[in-house]
T-cell receptor
Framework: AQSVAQPEDQVNVAEGNPLTVKCTYSVSGNPYLFWYVQYPNRGLQFLLKYITGDNLVKGSYGFEAEFNKSQTSFHLKKPSALVSDSALYFCAVCFISNSGYALNFGKGTSLLVTP | EAQVTQNPRYLITVTGKKLTVTCSQNMNHEYMSWYRQDPGLGLRQIYYSMNVEVTDKGDVPEGYKVSRKEKRNFPLILESPSPNQTSLYFC????????????FGQGTRLTVV
C-alpha cells in the first residue's frame, strides 16, 4: 500500500532552536509527497511538495523538507522555530490507485514550540 | 479570494436523521474530496471526484454518499447518521489530483447522538 508514516505523535522544541518533524514513505514508483499544517479550529494549509528534481524543497513560513530516496524519508525542517509554528503537521503522499487518484495522510505530529 | 467553503461548521444531530454537509470552491478546480479526521487516525479519505459526474470511493465510504452535479459543489450526504460518524469533516479541492496542492475548507464538526 502507498502510505506515509509519522513516527512521533509530538515534538517539543524551544523557540530559536532548529526543528525536525519526521516522515517516511512507502511508495512504489515515483512519490509525490506533501506537507500540510493545521492550526487549531482551521483546515489544513499546504506547506510544500516534492514532485521531482532538487531533493531540498523550500516552502511557506521558512519551512523546508529533504527528500531522501535511500532512507525513504521526507522530513520537515526549519532552522529556527517560532512559538507561532506550534500546530499539527501532516505528511501526505499522492498516487494513482486502481480507481483513480488518492491522497493518503500520516496520522499527524503535534509540534509545540516553547518560549 | 480563493477558498473552499463548508457549511455548517458545527452540527449536532440524532441517529437516523438525514443530513447534508455542503462544500463549494471558487477556483474552478476539477478534483474534490472529503476527509474525516479522528484522533489518532489522522485524515482518512471518504470520497473523491475527479470531475463533474465522476465520483469514487476513498478508504472509508460506508455510510456516506456524494454527488458532483456542478464543478464547484461537492456535497456530503449522510442518509442515516450513526454515532460512529461523529467526527471532524474536511472538504478539499485541487486543480488536478496528482501533483498540485489541495485547498481545504475550515471543517465541519459533526456530533451524532
Amino acid at each position: 500500500a502507498q502510505s506515509v508514516a509519522q513516527p512521533e505523535d509530538q515534538v517539543n522544541v524551544a523557540e530559536g532552536n532548529p526543528l525536525t518533524v519526521k516522515c517516511t514513505y512507502s511508495v512504489s514508483g515515483n512519490p509525490y509527497l506533501f506537507w500540510y499544517v493545521q492550526y487549531p479550529n482551521r483546515g489544513l494549509q499546504f506547506l510544500l511538495k516534492y514532485i521531482t528534481g532538487d531533493n531540498l524543497v523550500k516552502g511557506s513560513y521558512g519551512f523546508e523538507a529533504e527528500f531522501n530516496k535511500s532512507q525513504t524519508s521526507f522530513h520537515l525542517k526549519k532552522p529556527s522555530a517560532l512559538v507561532s509554528d506550534s500546530a499539527l503537521y501532516f505528511c501526505a503522499v499522492c498516487f494513482i490507485s486502481n480507481s483513480g487518484y488518492a491522497l493518503n495522510f500520516g496520522k499527524g505530529t503535534s509540534l509545540l514550540v516553547t518560549p | 479570494e480563493a477558498q473552499v467553503t463548508q457549511n455548517p461548521r458545527y452540527l449536532i444531530t440524532v441517529t437516523g436523521k438525514k443530513l447534508t454537509v455542503t462544500c463549494s470552491q471558487n477556483m474552478n478546480h476539477e478534483y474534490m474530496s472529503w476527509y474525516r479526521q479522528d484522533p489518532g487516525l489522522g485524515l482518512r479519505q471518504i470520497y473523491y471526484s475527479m470531475n463533474v459526474e465522476v465520483t469514487d470511493k476513498g478508504d472509508v465510504p460506508e455510510g456516506y454518499k456524494v454527488s458532483r452535479k456542478e464543478k464547484r459543489n461537492f456535497p456530503l450526504i449522510l442518509e442515516s447518521p450513526s454515532p460512529n460518524q461523529t467526527s471532524l469533516y474536511f472538504c478539499a479541492s485541487s486543480l488536478s489530483a496528482l501533483n498540485t496542492e489541495a485547498f481545504f475548507g475550515q471543517g465541519t464538526r459533526l456530533t451524532v447522538v
